[in-house]
């Protein structure tokens, strides 16, 4: 594998896993998180808003937070154009939320991003999101609702989705805090 070939492959995944900050980020209520995926002087088109990324954490967190009880921002198809420090990105998406009257709201889209490399670290510096279709689906009970620990409660198990630092996917070093399961059949 050539030089040239192996820093592609890096510089891919380093602009993976800014994507993955931004989701995660936004998920789990975790603003540093969320903010790290941006350049502080990036411009953010989406839905309504179009401004900073501490202005879309502004509006954007509020709104998650009063509508749904959880939020999943599933990162998939993705083309990159990279040409040394900018690469023009297009990701797919599709958000899954568990709104606060049970109801689930399914959207997809794209996240068309133009990300450069500065001090080492690739960022998004323009984002314009797509919404390609969006939908409800009913009122649905969880499954496997009696299981204690299943429903990505934190790890204090107060009840409530743990939408900060206090899930379980923060937790180092990572511990089953679920009983042994009891022999099916």
């Not at 800014?18 to 995926?37: I, K, Y």
Request: glycine share 8%; with cysteine; net charge negative.
């Amino acid at each position: 594998m050539s030089a040239a070939e192996l820093r592609c492959l890096v510089d891919r995944q380093a602009i993976a896993d800014c994507l993955v900050r931004f989701a995660r980020g936004m998920d789990r209520f975790d603003q540093p998180l969320f903010l790290s995926a941006f350049h502080a002087d990036a411009v953010i088109a989406a839905g309504p808003f179009v401004g900073s990324p501490a202005d879309l954490w502004s509006w954007a967190q509020p709104l998650h937070d009063a509508a749904q009880a959880a939020t999943l921002h599933h990162l998939l198809n993705q083309s990159v154009d990279l040409q040394d420090d900018e690469a023009h990105v297009e990701t797919h998406y599709l958000f899954v939320g568990r709104n606060r009257d049970d109801s689930n709201w399914l959207a997809g889209g794209r996240y068309i991003d133009r990300l450069t490399m500065r001090d080492g670290n690739w960022r998004i510096l323009v984002r314009n999101t797509t919404v390609e279709w969006s939908g409800l689906l009913p009122a649905q009970p969880l499954p496997f609702a009696d299981v204690p620990g299943i429903h990505g409660k934190g790890i204090h198990g107060n009840g409530a989705p743990a939408r900060d630092r206090s899930d379980p996917s923060y937790a180092r070093p990572l511990v089953n805090r679920r009983s042994p399961s009891l022999p099916l059949g």
